[in-house]
C-alpha cells in the first residue's frame, strides 16, 4: 500500500520528548516524504471487493535505534448491496425479554 524506505544518503533532525534535539543518519520516508517524530496521516483507497482485509507490517531492521509507529488506522468502506440492516429492539423489547428470563429461572 504504501512505499516505505530509509534514506540512506541522508540525516534527519529530530526533537526529542525531553526537548533535547538529536540528528540521526538513515530516516525513513513514505512515498517519499521524509519522517519526522510527528504522526502523520496517509491515505490510500483499495479498488478490491471482500469480506476480510489483513493488515500486515514486516520491518527489518540493521541497528537498535529504528523506531516505526501506527496509530489510529481508520479503515472505510461502502456496505455491499445485499446487506440486510436489523432494526434495534426498543427498551419495552429488552425488558420483557429480561423479565420473562427472571420468571423462567425461577422456576
Same mark, same amino acid.
Given at each position: 500500500? $504504501?512505499?516505505i524506505?530509509?534514506?540512506? %544518503?541522508?540525516?534527519?533532525?529530530?526533537?526529542?520528548?525531553?526537548?533535547?534535539?538529536?540528528? $540521526?543518519? &538513515?530516516?525513513l520516508?513514505? &512515498?517519499?516524504? *521524509?519522517?519526522?517524530?510527528e504522526? @502523520?496521516? $496517509?491515505n490510500?483507497?483499495? @479498488? @478490491?471487493?471482500?469480506?476480510? *482485509?489483513?493488515?500486515? #507490517?514486516?520491518v527489518? !531492521? &540493521?541497528?537498535?535505534?529504528?523506531?516505526?509507529? #501506527?496509530?489510529?488506522?481508520?479503515?472505510?468502506?461502502? @456496505? !455491499? %448491496?445485499?446487506?440486510?440492516?436489523?432494526p434495534?429492539? &426498543?427498551h419495552?423489547?429488552?425488558? *420483557?425479554? !429480561?423479565? #420473562?428470563? #427472571?420468571? *423462567?429461572?425461577?422456576?
Amino acid at each position: 500500500m $504504501f512505499n516505505i524506505q530509509t534514506e540512506n %544518503s541522508k540525516e534527519m533532525q529530530y526533537i526529542m520528548a525531553s526537548g533535547k534535539s538529536v540528528t $540521526f543518519q &538513515d530516516p525513513l520516508s513514505i &512515498d517519499g516524504q *521524509l519522517m519526522t517524530n510527528e504522526f @502523520a496521516t $496517509f491515505n490510500r483507497g483499495i @479498488a @478490491a471487493t471482500g469480506n476480510t *482485509l489483513a493488515l500486515r #507490517l514486516r520491518v527489518k !531492521a &540493521d541497528s537498535g535505534s529504528e523506531i516505526f509507529g #501506527l496509530r489510529n488506522i481508520n479503515i472505510f468502506g461502502e @456496505a !455491499a %448491496s445485499d446487506v440486510v440492516n436489523v432494526p434495534e429492539p &426498543d427498551h419495552r423489547a429488552i425488558f *420483557l425479554c !429480561a423479565a #420473562l428470563g #427472571l420468571l *423462567l429461572r425461577k422456576r
